[in-house]
C-alpha cells in the first residue's frame, strides 16, 4: 500500500532527525503535485501564510535531505519534489519563457546511463537528466 506523501515527509524529517513542524509541512504543501515553480512563484502561493525566511530555510532544509531538488534552466533554477514524490522524470527547459517541460516515458535515457554506469563497474544511485533550449512556441516567436 503506498504511503501518502505527507506520511513519507514525516518520515525523513524524523529519520534524520528534523522536527517535525506546520511550516515544514505548509512548505511541503506548496510543493507537492505542482510544476517546477521559481522560488518566487513558491512565495507568491505562500502569500503570507508561511514567512519568507522560514520558507526559504524549508526549502533549503529539503534539498539537503533530498526532498527537493534544483532544476537548472541556464543560470536560473526551479524547485520540485524529489523522485521519491514525484516519480523518475527528465526536463526540457525553456531559456526564454521558463517552462519545464516533463520527460517520463523515455526510458531509453535511463538505459543508456545504466549501461555507461556498468561500463565503469559503477553503481548508480542518482541522476538529474536536464536539456535546456528553446520550446516551440519560443523558436517560432524567433
Ligand atoms: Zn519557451
Ligand atoms: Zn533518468
Redesign the pocket.
Known amino acids: 500500500m503506498p504511503i501518502d506523501e505527507l506520511a513519507k515527509l514525516r518520515l525523513i524529517l524524523k529519520n534524520q532527525g528534523h522536527q517535525i513542524t506546520k511550516a515544514r509541512e505548509a512548505t511541503f504543501r506548496l510543493l507537492l503535485h505542482s510544476e517546477p515553480q521559481s522560488l518566487n512563484e513558491i512565495l507568491m502561493k505562500a502569500d503570507g501564510q508561511v514567512d519568507r525566511v522560514t520558507i526559504y530555510r524549508n526549502i533549503d532544509l529539503f534539498e539537503k535531505l533530498g526532498i527537493a531538488h534544483r532544476i537548472y534552466i541556464g543560470w536560473k533554477y526551479k524547485i520540485e519534489l524529489s523522485d521519491e514524490f514525484t516519480g523518475?522524470?527528465?526536463h526540457l527547459s525553456c531559456l526564454r519563457c521558463g517552462k519545464v517541460i516533463d520527460i517520463e516515458d523515455?526510458t531509453h535515457?535511463?538505459e543508456f546511463?545504466q549501461d555507461v554506469a556498468k561500463k565503469f563497474g559503477f553503481q548508480p544511485r542518482r541522476?538529474?537528466?536536464e536539456v535546456d533550449g528553446y520550446c516551440q512556441d519560443c523558436q517560432s516567436n524567433e
Open positions: 523518475h522524470h527528465h523515455e535515457i535511463d546511463i541522476h538529474q537528466f
